[in-house]
Each structure stands twice: as C-alpha cells, then as structure tokens.
C-alpha cells in the first residue's frame, strides 16, 4: 500500500507533468489576450488543484502544508496567474471556510469550489484602504430578514469572474464577513487594467450597492470579522505567497544558472567571471535560506503550532524580498536577452515586485515581526 508521503509527493509530480504541458509553455499568450483560460482552470478543477489542501470529502486532495507548499511552488514557477488563482480561490477564501464555516456553508460551498463549478475571491482592500485594513468603510446594517452591505472593494484578484466573493464589511468600528454572491442585486465589478505583472489574473474592483446578503451567509460571528476571518486569511494568503516567492527564486536561479554556462564573453563562459559567480552564489544562498523558512513554517502549521502563524509572516516577508533579489540578478545576468519576453526572467522580475505589496506589505510584515521580536526577545536582567 501506498504510504501517505508517497501518495502526496506523487500528486506533486503529477502537477509538475500538469504545469510543462498545460501552462509553462503559454504564460505569455495568457499575459497578452489578459486572462488565463476558462478552459485551464476547468481542467485545473478535474485534477482536484483548486482544492489541493481540502480534505477528501469536500472534493480535495487532502495534501498537508508541507506538500500544500511544496505544491503552491510548482505553480508559482511558472505563471503566477494560476498560482494566484490557488493563493485566493484555494487559501484565502476555500481553506478560511474550511476553518470557520457551519457545517452547511462548508457542505454548500466546498465542493463546488473544488469542482470549479465557482470561482471564489477575496474582498478586503478598498480604494482608500490597504495596509490599514481595520478602518475599511464598507458597511453593512441589519434589517429584518437580511444584512445590508454597501461599499467599494479594489485590488479583487479574480474578482472579475468570481462567482463568490468574501467581503468584509463593518458596522460602528467592527467588522464582519460575509459570503456574497456575483448574483446578489446590487455587485457590480469592473476589471482594472494596466498592470505591471499578472494582466491574466481578472484583478477588479467591486461595488456594492445596497446589496442583502441572508443571514446565514455570515462567515464565522458577527463583529468578529478581523479576529476570526481577516487573521486567518491573511496567514493562508501569507504562507501561499511566501511559497510563491521561494517558486519566482528558485525559477530565477536556475534560469540564471542555465544562462551562465551558455553564453559566452571574452572568450569564455558568463559562468567564469567572479562577479556572475557572486550573484549565483548569493542567490543559492537566499534561496537555502528562503526555503528553510517555508519548510519551517509549513511544518509548524502541520502540528498546529501556534507560533505558525509568526514563522509564516517571516516566510513571506523573507521570500519576497529574496524573489525581487534573485530576479533582478538573473535579469541582469541575462543582459539585453533579460530584458525580452524570449526569456523567462522579464516576466519573474515583474512578478516578483507584487508579492512584497500583496498580504500585507514587507513594511507591514517588519511591523508585526519587530512587535513579536520586541516581546520574545526582551531580557528583562539585561542592564545595558
Ligand atoms: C496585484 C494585486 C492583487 C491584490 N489582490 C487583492 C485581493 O485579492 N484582495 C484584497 O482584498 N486586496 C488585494 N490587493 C490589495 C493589497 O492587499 C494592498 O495593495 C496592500 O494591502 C497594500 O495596500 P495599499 O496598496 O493601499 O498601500 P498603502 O496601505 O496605501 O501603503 C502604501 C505604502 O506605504 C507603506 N505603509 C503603509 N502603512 C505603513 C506603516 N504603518 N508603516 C510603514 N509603511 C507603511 C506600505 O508598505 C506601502 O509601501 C491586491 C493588490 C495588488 C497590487
């Protein structure tokens, strides 16, 4: 019989198989006509990737975080449309219900989710609010037999086709979820253009207007939006987006890498010369490091460690950042082939840019990093 590990790590190969043949080698076609096909994520459905980490009887693969990761990268290497399709649909909004969902919403939503039969997405930025997302001006106010929600939300990846949406909104200072549906009276989204990377993730911005949501339709407790969904979903979004950037790294370096012993200047290989070999080897290095984070992070979320949820912002935080590193190196190393989408090191550089803006933003992540570094690493005898 098949042990659990060799069951998960077999689904991983199969996704890498799924990825050369469906996906790795149309990502700029995607980028051009501006949406991955509908058709692609279909067939991502049939396979069970929208719901890698779900468990089997809501239609998933049942992978733990470690392979959830390891599962995110083989994605994230080569089109981060997709990849952002499992970060939102997968692990902001699928795995956020699996946490906080009644019985029926997880019955109701989940497998048609894994099926693809709903494209699902993530409502909390607005126009006026990001990083400060407590402050969010969407409300929503109780009537008879329904809440009533109004607002705007921006930055909505998927949200152009999204069926389901989770939409925060507040009331009095205190905010609450709820499952909105495209076919509510009252939702209305428009596609935001002109992006830098990801032009076929269907980015847009929702209007709410006078939109009734059942009651039922709340995620988690009323008032308790931020502690019980926003928190949760974040650190889902967090720990898929550091896995994204160790994918965009390591994607780079070996395209770096590859390169290096290709071409050849003065006489001998890129690889010879002792300022392409500092790059390669800080990149190996970075990479090392961005990955043991992500394992760390991923293995603590497996015990359901409490301290996973600071590992993961680490992650993502570190991932990030050594994502734009590494692929502003292997853009470099490439010289002007890099700066052409003949090579896939145009696209990775500005790929990687989003992840340290998306999550929370790195000055954020710094935030909450020093708050836990300042508590945990306070030694009160210490005289100075
Ligand atoms: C491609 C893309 C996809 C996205 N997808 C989604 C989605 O699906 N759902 C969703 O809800 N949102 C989404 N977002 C929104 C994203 O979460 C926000 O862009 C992010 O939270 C930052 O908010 P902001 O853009 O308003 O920047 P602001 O909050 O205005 O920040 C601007 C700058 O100031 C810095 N800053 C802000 N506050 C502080 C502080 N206290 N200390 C130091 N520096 C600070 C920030 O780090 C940043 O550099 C997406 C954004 C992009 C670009």
């Not at 930025?125 to 990001?130: A, T």
Request: proline share 3%.
């Amino acid at each position: 019989m098949m042990t659990e590990d060799k069951r998960q790590a077999a689904i991983i190969e199969e996704a890498k198989a799924f990825v050369d043949a469906e996906i790795r080698p149309f990502v700029n076609d995607f980028e051009e006509k501006g949406g991955v096909p509908l058709e692609l994520i279909r067939k991502m459905a049939a396979k069970g990737y929208l719901a890698a980490p779900f468990p089997e009887k809501y239609g998933g693969l049942g992978l733990d975080p470690v392979y959830y990761g390891l599962f995110t990268e083989v994605f994230g290497k080569a089109c981060m449309a997709t990849r952002s399709l499992i970060t939102v649909h997968t692990s902001l909004v699928g795995e956020t219900l699996l946490r906080f969902g009644t019985e029926e919403q997880k019955e109701k939503w989940l497998p048609q989710l894994a099926r693809g039969e709903k494209i699902a997405a993530f409502g909390l930025s607005e126009p006026d609010i990001g990083s400060d997302a407590k402050s969010i001006m969407t409300t929503w106010n109780e009537e008879d037999d329904c809440y009533v929600i109004n607002g705007r939300k921006k930055w909505i990846t998927f949200g152009d086709i999204a069926d389901v949406f989770i939409i925060i909104a507040s009331n009095n200072g205190k905010s609450t979820a709820f499952i909105v549906e495209r076919s509510f009276p009252g939702v209305e989204t428009k596609r935001i253009n002109g992006l830098m990377a990801g032009r076929a993730t269907y980015l847009a911005e929702i209007s709410l207007n006078q939109v009734k949501v059942p009651k039922e339709n709340v995620l988690g407790k009323l008032n308790f939006g931020f502690e019980y969904i926003v928190s949760t979903a974040l650190d889902n979004g967090r720990f898929s987006i550091a896995w994204a950037g160790l994918a965009i790294a390591q994607e780079a370096l070996e395209a770096m890498v590859s390169y290096s012993r290709s071409r050849s200047q003065f006489g001998n290989k890129l690889r010879s010369f002792q300022l392409i070999r500092g790059m390669i080897g800080d990149a190996v290095t970075k990479i090392h490091a961005a990955r043991a984070l992500c394992m760390r992070a991923s293995e603590l979320r497996k015990q359901k460690d409490p301290d996973s949820a600071m590992e993961t912002t680490m992650a993502k935080y570190f991932t990030s950042k050594v994502a734009v590193d590494v692929a502003n190196d292997a853009l470099q190393i490439h010289g002007g082939n890099g700066f052409t989408n003949q090579y896939p090191v145009e696209r990775l550089y500005r790929e990687a840019k989003v992840l340290e803006i998306i999550e929370g933003s790195s000055q954020i992540q710094q935030e909450i990093i020093s708050d836990f570094g300042l508590k945990r690493y306070y030694k009160r005898s210490n005289k100075s």
